[in-house]
């Protein structure tokens, strides 16, 4: 007693429904937050600031190269090494 055509007819209004709810849904989804650079690291996610002033010539060649390259360098806590943070603060 149930037709093909009534099967399909079934079918694709389920899946009508589900394809309008995932645009509805995509639609509701608020938009990405927007990020600014963390000003602690300036966007690189780690930093050295807690090793303070570091003058080269109270280091060996092989510890500033170190300094520079960033081998001395902590996760930033300010953004937690991601280098950005929530434009409208952290929740
Ligand atoms: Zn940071």
Do not use: N
């Amino acid at each position: 007693m149930t037709p093909d055509s009534e099967v399909s007819r079934v079918m694709s209004s389920l899946f009508g429904d589900i394809r309008a709810q995932q645009q509805h849904q995509a639609s509701v989804v608020s938009p990405m937050p927007k990020w600014v650079i963390c000003h602690r690291c300036d966007g690189d996610g780690a930093h050295s600031h807690h090793l303070g002033v570091v003058d080269p010539e109270d280091c060996s060649p092989e510890e500033w190269d170190d300094y520079m390259a960033g081998g001395h360098d902590r996760p930033c806590e300010c953004c937690g090494g991601t280098g950005k943070l929530a434009a409208g603060g952290h929740a």
